[in-house]
């Protein structure tokens, strides 16, 4: 079981979370009972009070680091997407592939089919050379799952994906999301909102009070 406190804060207190393959589960629960947490304890960004046992796709791992659970297929798509406005819809979609090489080491080409291929899988054709600042908050977030998609993810969190959505904004993801499931890709979805989880979700956590 997963803890974790903050100072006095008992923020998570001995919980046991999984995911299945290629299921859409929902995470539920009040403001403040340790959703985003567990999200990023699960994906590296807070360790976890002790030594925790996680498995993953079938493998024990004792602790994990943001760049350890990318590498094993473990993606995020945050609240505040954490992409780069300033820069082009090529950049934000490939930039762990491109990050860390010189720029004559990068393969245009390649990454821009690649990058093609994914937008194709999710349905959604974007311009690559399109800066990000020019699209609304709904296509950025396509963006954001592109980017999970080019590092492989086979499990995506989203934490709270429709806070900032229209309904028909809401629909299109939630079609993207039974994409994603039906394609093997599991995506654990957190919500307020009872008539989005139970329309998409297979299976809900309630977590209450950490
Ligand atoms: P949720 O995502 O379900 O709204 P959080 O995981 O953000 O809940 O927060 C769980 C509890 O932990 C809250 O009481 C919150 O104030 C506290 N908390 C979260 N992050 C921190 C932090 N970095 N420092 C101190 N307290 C935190
Ligand atoms: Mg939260």
Wanted: hydrophobic share 45%; charged share 25%.
């Amino acid at each position: 079981g997963i803890s974790k406190t903050f100072g006095d804060l008992q923020a998570l207190d001995d919980v046991d979370f999984e995911v299945r393959a290629g299921e859409v589960h929902c995470l539920a629960g009040e403001n403040g009972s340790g959703k985003s947490t567990l999200i990023k304890i699960i994906t590296g960004v807070y360790q976890p009070q002790k030594a925790e046992l996680f498995e993953l796709f079938g493998e024990t791992v004792r602790s994990i680091s943001p760049t350890g659970a990318r590498n094993r297929g473990v993606s995020v798509i945050w609240q505040d997407l954490a992409l780069f406005s300033h820069m082009s819809v090529r950049e934000n979609i490939c930039f762990d592939d491109m990050v860390g090489l010189k720029p004559k080491a990068v393969h245009y080409g390649e990454m821009d089919r690649k990058a093609h291929a994914v937008l194709e899988r999710l349905g959604v054709p974007l311009e690559l050379d399109m800066p990000l600042e020019a699209l609304s908050i709904a296509r950025r977030q396509i963006v954001a799952i592109a980017r999970a998609l080019m590092n492989d993810a086979r499990l995506i969190f989203m934490d709270e994906p429709t806070a900032s959505l229209s309904r028909s904004e809401t629909d299109h993801l939630l079609d993207i999301v039974h994409k994603l499931s039906a394609d093997g890709v599991a995506v654990v979805f957190v919500s307020h909102r009872l008539a989005e989880v139970l329309e998409i979700a297979s299976r809900v956590t309630v977590l209450r009070d950490g």
